[in-house]
């Protein structure tokens, strides 16, 4: 019994342009480009089919899920009625609401900075029967999430569903259903009409994927944009390309296999999707398939030198290496159904574990990072490396461990985006996560993925 939802923000609001704090407030409605992302989001969504529709009773919001469903070719494509709930209002600043940004900095200095470092711990005080009462937004929005979660999952086993709400409560949803804590809510981006992927296996205490994270390109921006005045590094994060060992399923490891023909060409299709992007730096594993992915994609970037990294070099799988799934079943039993299940708990046979990954690709990542935030200027970084490296790191920038490892997809030739706006000592922000967009043209990954 499995749900994919699909989650979307908003469209561009008037609060959004006047740069006023939204929360519960209703009087923010959507301009004329909010409304044209919203029909954007329709197109991109129109191949699917949805089993139901769920929106935030918030204009803004509601509004999105109108003007993109009336983009679909027939009203056979979703339900006749959109379901509005309030567990999918935004979070709840109600001493902040319908106030300019730049007026709360000026009236509640300490109130915004635990905003920006620790929002867990913001404390409102607002009447109550017997006087005032503490209130705390964002632990109130990320149980609000497990509530949504709670009702909606048991109603749509094996169906596909949209929902349509807000950048805060659009995070807590995600960070519930994958067991991020409400101490990291600045750490995940959503933008206007971005759209995100989430698979559940069950109901919110089964395994959850992150299929993408803030997809952005249907409306004609290929990444999300970085935040106003932003001095911290990007970087772009990139699983090399297809192999004929990944077509096949078959475990590559450490085992230096080249990419296929498909693998070359979805290379080629990131190097289109990225030709525009400013890059001043590229590293990659030292294996041929990320290495020749990385060199594709640079060739719209002759300046750059590839630098090479053995440590981003993928899991070794060890005995595991060349086998395909039934051949590994056949000679340890019950071991890949443990990597499933829990694979942090796994020593490869004369291969590593994941804490030895984990500590290895955290450890090249972050001195990647220490490299260009040293630069007088942002910089833009190309990162490129296989499935396990990429979801340690991803696990890592969210603040998760390797008990989340199966969490984040990454399908071959896909663009993931982290920035680092208070710079390494501050909390990464992840901008987007698995964007395929630019090889199948959809929003849903189609990539062969294989094994690792």
């Not at 009447?127 to 937004?137: A, Q, Y």
């Not at 299929?211 to 994060?237: D, M, V, W």
């Not at 890059?279 to 630098?307: C, F, G, W």
Request: with cysteine; aromatic share 6%; proline share 6%.
């Amino acid at each position: 019994m499995s749900t994919r939802v699909i989650l979307v923000r908003h469209g561009e609001s008037s609060y959004n342009v006047e740069r006023r704090v939204q929360g519960h407030c209703d009087q923010s409605t959507l301009t004329e480009a909010g409304r044209a992302a919203a029909q954007k989001v329709g197109a991109a969504l129109s191949g699917l089919t949805f089993d139901a529709v769920y929106s935030s009773p918030l204009k803004r919001a509601k509004e999105t899920a109108q003007l993109a469903l009336s983009c679909f070719p027939t009203a056979t494509h979703y339900p006749p009625e959109i379901q509005l709930t309030d567990n999918l209002k935004e979070i709840n600043l109600v001493l902040w609401e319908g106030i300019l940004f730049d007026e709360v900095e000026a009236k509640f200095p300490e109130d915004i900075q635990l905003w920006r470092d620790q929002p867990h711990k913001l404390r409102m005080e607002i009447p109550g029967p017997n006087g005032t009462v503490d209130f705390f937004p964002v632990p109130a929005l990320y149980e609000q999430a497990r509530q949504f979660w709670q009702e909606v999952l048991p109603r749509h086993g094996d169906q596909t569903i949209l929902v349509v709400a807000h950048s805060g409560i659009n995070r807590a949803l995600i960070s519930t259903a994958i067991g991020l804590d409400c101490d990291r809510y600045q750490s995940l981006q959503q933008s206007n009409c971005g759209i995100t992927v989430l698979n559940f296996a069950g109901g919110l205490d089964a395994p959850v994927q992150v299929e993408s994270l803030n997809l952005t390109a249907h409306f004609g921006e290929p990444l999300p944009k970085r935040r106003s005045g932003q001095k911290g590094p990007r970087l772009l994060l990139v699983r090399h390309g297809e192999t004929e060992w990944n077509r096949q399923k078959r475990f590559q490891g450490q085992i230096d296999v080249p990419l296929n023909d498909n693998g070359r060409e979805q290379a080629r299709q990131a190097a289109e999707f990225l030709r525009s992007i400013s890059i001043d730096a590229a590293v990659s594993s030292s294996m041929q398939r990320p290495k020749e992915t990385a060199e594709i994609i640079l060739q719209y970037h002759p300046n750059i030198d590839l630098k090479l990294d053995d440590t981003l070099q993928e899991i070794s799988h060890g005995l595991w290496e060349g086998k395909l799934e039934s051949e590994i079943e056949a000679e340890f039993p019950g071991e890949l159904q443990r990597w499933q299940a829990t694979p942090e708990a796994v020593q490869m046979p004369e291969g590593e574990n994941l804490q030895q990954v984990w500590d290895r690709a955290i450890a090249a990542w972050n001195a990647i990072v220490e490299t260009a935030a040293a630069s007088p200027t942002p910089q833009t970084v190309l990162v490129v490396a296989h499935d396990a490296i990429n979801k340690a790191i991803l696990c890592h920038v969210a603040g998760l461990g390797p008990e989340n490892f199966w969490n984040f997809k990454q399908g071959n030739g896909a663009v993931s985006v982290i920035d680092y706006p208070k710079g390494p000592a501050g909390h990464p922000v992840l901008q987007a996560m698995n964007i395929t967009s630019h090889l199948a043209g959809g929003v849903l990954d189609k990539t062969a993925a294989g094994a690792l």
